[in-house]
């Protein structure tokens, strides 16, 4: 499909944000509730050597319930398409939600090589394991069904979300997210979260890496966990959130949805520094 959208246009204007590498995850894209447009202005306006794409890029669940494809969301992957044909190295890591491309992990389409996971080297020398998350998803892995009912509720809830904000749009008032609220206050999905981060850190640790990069809770999130770094770059659905490495090795998560950048963030790599993974066997 043709498009006029000028964020298609123009990848180095004045501004573009410099990094060594990109990775964003959970955009969604087949959902209403994709926000395509930002991020697009935000694949505009970053340059990197290697953009890794780290699952649920395209919702196929959400796709075999209703069709949605507007022209943005095909603009967003002309605009992927477009970096691999200029040189950025492309690796898509598939989730949950668009799991049908694990079945043809080690292809390479258009420059976007297709893995089932993999190591990232930092500059500064982590090892750091890329993984989209859901595999350590217990209601994934052991009640599918209910996972597909979660999903049915959640796109409740976004839907529910975007007529909120337009209320709150006409009376002046800023976007807040109440799927973001409930997870940071309804208990059990604060132990969700947190039964989810240390069992990928316990994964990365049998893997012999010095961290994680993942996805699938679009809750971003960069701390230490018993040694080993945690990084979680968030979603494009209601975060806006991206995880970027510097040409140092710094790492960084980029929030779109608030427009500034989170220098808290860059605290942890002193910490991280002086614990080298322990010496054991990658499982």
């Known amino acids: 499909m043709p498009t006029t959208d000028p964020r298609m246009d123009h990848d180095d204007t004045p501004g573009t944000i410099h990094v060594r590498t990109v990775w964003?995850?959970?955009l969604h894209l087949g959902t209403p509730g994709c926000q395509a447009h930002a991020l697009l202005d935000f694949l505009r306006d970053?340059?990197?050597e290697t953009l890794y794409?780290?699952?649920?890029?395209?919702?196929?669940?959400?796709?075999?319930?209703?069709?949605?494809?507007?022209?943005?969301?095909?603009d967003v992957v002309q605009k992927i398409l477009r970096k691999a044909r200029k040189g950025t190295k492309v690796i898509f890591v598939p989730g949950n939600h668009d799991e049908f491309a694990r079945r043809y992990v080690t292809h390479n389409f258009g420059g976007v090589e297709v893995m089932d996971d993999c190591i990232h080297v930092t500059a500064d020398g982590k090892r750091l394991w890329i993984t989209h998350g859901d595999l350590f998803d217990g209601v994934i892995q052991c009640a599918k069904w209910l996972a597909y009912t979660g999903d049915v509720a959640y796109e409740f809830v976004l839907k529910l979300n975007r007529w909120f904000n337009r209320v709150r749009a006409r009376m002046g008032l800023p976007y807040w997210s109440l799927s973001r609220y409930l997870k940071l206050k309804v208990k059990r999905a604060v132990s969700y979260v947190g039964?989810?981060?240390?069992?990928?850190?316990?994964?990365?640790?049998?893997r012999n890496v010095h961290g994680v990069v993942c996805g699938h809770i679009h809750h971003a999130e960069i701390r230490e966990i018993d040694g080993i770094l945690y990084c979680?770059?968030?979603?494009?659905?209601?975060?806006l959130t991206a995880l970027v490495e510097?040409?140092?090795?710094?790492?960084?998560?980029?929030?779109?949805?608030?427009?500034?950048?989170?220098p808290a963030a860059m605290e942890v790599k002193a910490a991280v520094e002086v614990r080298p993974p322990a010496e054991t066997a990658p499982a």
């Not at 039964?195 to 049998?206: G, H, L, P, T």
């Not at 770059?233 to 975060?239: L, N, P, R, T």
């Not at 510097?246 to 989170?262: A, K, S």
């Open 232 to 239: 979680n770059d968030g979603d494009w659905v209601e975060s």
């Open 246 to 262: 510097y040409h140092d090795g710094r790492l960084e998560i980029i929030d779109r949805g608030e427009m500034v950048w989170r």
């Open 46 to 48: 970053v340059h990197c």
């Open 53 to 74: 794409l780290v699952g649920d890029i395209i919702d196929g669940w959400q796709l075999r319930r209703s069709w949605y494809w507007p022209q943005a969301h095909n």
């Open 24 to 26: 964003i995850s959970d």
């Open 195 to 206: 039964d989810f981060e240390a069992a990928v850190a316990r994964e990365a640790r049998k």
